[in-house]
């Protein structure tokens, strides 16, 4: 109907509909149809937003076009809309969604492929296109995978990485399952991601921090975790930024590491939670816990 109607110039169709026909293509991987829509679009002038790019993305993705999917996101950039982690999750999923973890390693290797004859024939790749590359490496390969992969950055992206690609490595050291050999001690690999930070000259922000406290609380020694949350407020408030702080996952867990080792900053962390209000209203269970065991209500398994 798109073809016989639209195509030959017979229906003029709206933005509305025109936006609903891109959906719909993302949504079934038909690359073609999706493409039209949005030259229809861009015909009539409309201001392209970050959901018609989306849209698109999902369509190439879907079809397996990956070079073309990855290209989505270059153009972007040239639109003045820099891609980030939230943008690349149709890409994300189509890399990691296979049968097997075998099969989602070859997507990978071939998004890596891709971006290399990119790279070769003078694209300029954004750091978003890597980044979703090193999230599916994690998930479908290994950290180790993914940290040999960032070594090779520079040779795919002129600006090198940014700080979604260290919070990206640092999200798979600070979450407990399912470890390789290098993340089953994470600090060491976190050390080396934050000397390359400050090696490259580049910001952490909120989440940065947020992921070496978790990070930290993995080890015997801890105190860093507290160390970080200290640096996170001061660098938080010489950028103008006085409310951060962790969320309140981060919290429940730094107020379990500390109550278990019978470390009375708990007290302190669960009453500053209190008082920023973060989450829910989790520090109240995170609280009735911590008094319980403190109390000798729970054994130390619980």
């Known amino acids: 109907m798109w073809k016989a109607r639209v195509q030959m110039g017979k229906l003029n169709p709206s933005d509305g509909m025109c936006l609903n026909i891109l959906n719909l ?37 879907r079809s397996g076009d990956l070079e073309t999917a990855f290209r989505i996101l270059n153009i972007m950039a040239k ?3 820099e891609p980030n ?17 075998e099969e989602g390693r070859r997507r990978t290797m071939k998004g890596w492929d891709a971006l290399q004859r990119m790279r070769n024939g003078g694209r300029v790749i954004p750091p978003a296109a890597v980044n979703v590359l090193l999230e599916a490496a994690i998930t479908t390969c ?14 795919i992206v002129d600006s090198g990485p940014n700080a979604e690609t260290f919070n990206v490595m640092l999200r798979a050291l600070s ?4 470890r390789d050999d290098t993340t089953k001690q994470p600090k060491p690999s976190a050390m080396f991601l934050v000397s390359e930070m400050r090696a490259l000259k580049i910001k952490p922000d909120r989440l940065t921090y947020d992921r070496l406290i978790l990070i930290c609380l ?4 801890y105190s860093y975790a507290f160390r970080y949350l200290e640096e996170m407020q001061e660098v938080g408030r010489a950028r103008g930024e006085p409310d951060w702080w962790m969320r309140a996952g981060t919290a429940a867990a730094m107020v379990r590491r500390c109550i278990l080792d019978r470390d009375e900053r708990a007290w302190d962390i669960l009453n500053e939670w209190e008082s920023r209000g973060v989450g829910q209203g989790g520090w109240k269970s995170a609280r009735k816990w911590a008094e319980q065991y403190w109390n000798g209500a729970f054994s130390h398994q619980s």
């Not at 293509?25 to 999706?34: E, H, K, Q, T, V």
């Not at 982690?85 to 973890?101: A, Q, V």
């Open 25 to 61: 293509a993302g949504r079934n991987g038909d690359a073609l149809l999706a493409t039209s829509a949005l030259r229809t679009l861009s015909l009539r002038k409309t201001a392209l937003s970050t959901y018609h790019y989306e849209a698109l993305l999902e369509a190439y993705s």
């Open 79 to 81: 639109a003045g809309i």
């Open 85 to 101: 982690t939230s943008n690349t999750r149709p890409l994300f999923m189509y890399l990691t969604e296979g049968s097997n973890r």
């Open 142 to 155: 290994s950290f180790t995978e993914a940290l040999n992969m960032y070594k090779q950055i520079h040779t």
């Open 175 to 178: 979450r407990n399952h399912e």
């Open 218 to 221: 993995m080890e015997d020694d």
